[in-house]
T-cell receptor, first 117, second 115 residues
Framework: DQQVKQNSPSLSVQEGRISILNCDYTNSMFDYFLWYKKYPAEGPTFLISISSIKDKNEDGRFTVFLNKSAKHLSLHIVPSQPGDSAVYFCAASRGGAGGTSYGKLTFGQGTILTVHP | EPEVTQTPSHQVTQMGQEVILRCVPISNHLYFYWYRQILGQKVEFLVSFYNNEISEKSEIFDDQFSVERPDGSNFTLKIRSTKLEDSAMYFC?????????????FGEGSWLTVV
């Protein structure tokens, strides 16, 4: 199942600089996208999300951009901090009757972000 | 901050044994889920549960799996006869009503090792 792809397995960034994590999807029925951060042996922690009716959503240091025509989204972290070092997962879902399909998330493979002091 | 809690954090079981993984979702949430991640692979959807019934399930969720919400707070995943390939981290997740947003909140996970 390659409906959501994160093509960069890893990214290394200097503290204070911008981190840009990318995600591509193939299913045009997806209409809600989320980014999660995950440490080893822990559950995914929600970071930020975006609905398909928007092209940008910002929350503090985190901004998600959605390009529907390209079926591409990206997460920008600025400024990057050493504590941001983790695996970042992109996930997508589609609506359904009663909203119950908003829960069947399709995840990408993850990108390991390392922020160097 | 409210959180999804899971027990046990780690369980080792023999092949063929039954396993029950337990979860306490966030208290006012209405939608409940189980996901799993096999080591080195993606996080995969297993099942969603709403209004006391399964609303959607994946191909992985075969007859060996079942879910139950036995009371107002717990949500369990049962694997009847475990196989080696069931070894994975199992994540419980929950979501509030549509009006409260579509964010899914995950628990810390239960690591299941089948030997």
């Amino acid at each position: 199942d390659q409906q959501v792809k994160q093509n960069s397995p890893s990214l290394s960034v200097q503290e204070g600089r911008i981190s840009i994590l990318n995600c591509d999807y193939t299913n045009s029925m997806f209409d809600y996208f989320l980014w999660y951060k995950k440490y080893p042996a822990e559950g995914p922690t929600f970071l930020i999300s975006i609905s398909s009716i928007k092209d940008k959503n910002e929350d503090g240091r985190f901004t998600v951009f959605l390009n529907k025509s390209a079926k591409h989204l990206s997460l920008h972290i600025v400024p990057s901090q050493p504590g941001d070092s983790a695996v970042y997962f992109c996930a997508a879902s589609r609506g359904g009757a009663g909203g119950t399909s908003y829960g069947k998330l399709t995840f990408g493979q993850g990108t390991i972000l390392t922020v160097h002091p | 901050e409210p959180e999804v809690t899971q027990t046990p954090s780690h369980q080792v079981t023999q092949m063929g044994q039954e396993v029950i993984l337990r979860c306490v979702p966030i208290s006012n949430h209405l939608y409940f889920y189980w996901y799993r991640q096999i080591l080195g692979q993606k996080v995969e959807f297993l099942v969603s549960f709403y209004n006391n019934e399964i609303s959607e399930k994946s191909e992985i969720f075969d007859d060996q799996f079942s879910v139950e919400r036995p009371d107002g707070s717990n949500f369990t995943l049962k694997i009847r006869s475990t196989k080696l390939e069931d070894s994975a981290m199992y994540f419980c997740a929950s979501r509030g009503s549509l009006a409260s947003g579509n964010t899914i909140y995950f628990g810390e996970g239960s690591w299941l090792t089948v030997v």
